[in-house]
T-cell receptor, first 115, second 114 residues
Framework: GQNIDQPTEMTATEGAIVQINCTYQTSGFNGLFWYQQHAGEAPTFLSYNVLDGLEEKGRFSSFLSRSKGYSYLLLKELQMKDSASYLCAVRTRGGLTGGGNKLTFGTGTQLKVEL | DGGITQSPKYLFRKEGQNVTLSCEQNLNHDAMYWYRQDPGQGLRLIYYSQIVNDFQKGDIAEGYSVSREKKESFPLTVTSAQKNPTAFYLC?????????????FGPGTRLTVL
C-alpha cells in the first residue's frame, strides 16, 4: 500500500514564506500533486511533479525528490487567503482495475496565516 | 462554463434511508470518481468509472453503489448498509484514468444522517 505523511497543522505570518513537507512510501510512483482546500469546499489543483526538481508557479513552488520519497510545497508572500488545508496526493501506476493510475491523498496540512 | 456540479450542497437523512448524491460534468472527461472525506483523514476512494456502463470499487465501497449510464453523470447512492455515512462527499473527473491529467473536483455534498 501507500503511506503519505504531512504535518497536521502549521502557522505562519502574512508576508512570510512557508514550506509544507510531504513524505511518501509507495510502489509504482507516477507523479505527485498538491491541492489547496478551503473549509467546506472542493480541493483545487496547485501543482504537479513527476520528475525531480522544482516547479514554480507564481507564489507557489513545489519540489520533488523521488529517491528520497519527498516533496515540499513552498508558499511565498503569504496572504490571509492562503489559510487552507494543503493536500499532498501521490499517483501510482496501475493502481486501479483496468490499469489506471490511482491517486492516494495524505491527510492534509492545515495552514493558518496570521497578521 | 465547463465544470463539475454536485447537488445538493447539504443533505440530511434519517438513519436507515438510502440517499442518492448527484454528480454531473460537462468537461467531456472519461473518468469519474467518488471520494469521501472525514475530519483528520485524507480523501478515500469509494468508486470510480473510466467509461460508460463500467465502474469499479475503490478502497471503501461497502455500503455504496453507483451507476454510469451517461458520460456526464455518475450518481452515488449511500445505502442503509453504510455504517457511518455522515461525511463530506466529493466527486471528481479527469480526462483519462491512465493518463497524466489532474482530477477536477466538484463542490462537494455534506451528508448528515440523523
Amino acid at each position: 500500500g501507500q503511506n503519505i505523511d504531512q504535518p497536521t497543522e502549521m502557522t505562519a505570518t502574512e508576508g512570510a514564506i512557508v514550506q509544507i513537507n510531504c513524505t511518501y512510501q509507495t510502489s509504482g510512483f507516477n507523479g505527485l500533486f498538491w491541492y489547496q482546500q478551503h473549509a467546506g469546499e472542493a480541493p483545487t489543483f496547485l501543482s504537479y511533479n513527476v520528475l525531480d526538481g522544482l516547479e514554480e508557479k507564481g507564489r507557489f513552488s513545489s519540489f520533488l525528490s523521488r529517491s528520497k520519497g519527498y516533496s515540499y510545497l513552498l508558499l511565498k508572500e503569504l496572504q490571509m487567503k492562503d489559510s487552507a488545508s494543503y493536500l499532498c496526493a501521490v499517483r501510482t501506476r496501475g493502481g486501479l482495475t483496468g490499469g489506471g493510475n490511482k491517486l492516494t491523498f495524505g491527510t492534509g496540512t492545515q495552514l493558518k496565516v496570521e497578521l | 462554463d465547463g465544470g463539475i456540479t454536485q447537488s445538493p450542497k447539504y443533505l440530511f437523512r434519517k438513519e436507515g434511508q438510502n440517499v442518492t448524491l448527484s454528480c454531473e460534468q460537462n468537461l467531456n472527461h472519461d473518468a469519474m470518481y467518488w471520494y469521501r472525506q472525514d475530519p483528520g483523514q485524507g480523501l478515500r476512494l469509494i468508486y470510480y468509472s473510466q467509461i460508460v456502463n463500467d465502474f469499479q470499487k475503490g478502497d471503501i465501497a461497502e455500503g455504496y453503489s453507483v451507476s454510469r449510464e451517461k458520460k456526464e453523470s455518475f450518481p452515488l447512492t449511500v445505502t442503509s448498509a453504510q455504517k457511518n455515512p455522515t461525511a463530506f462527499y466529493l466527486c471528481a473527473s479527469s480526462l483519462l484514468l491512465a493518463g497524466g491529467n489532474e482530477q477536477f473536483f466538484g463542490p462537494g455534498t455534506r451528508l448528515t444522517v440523523l
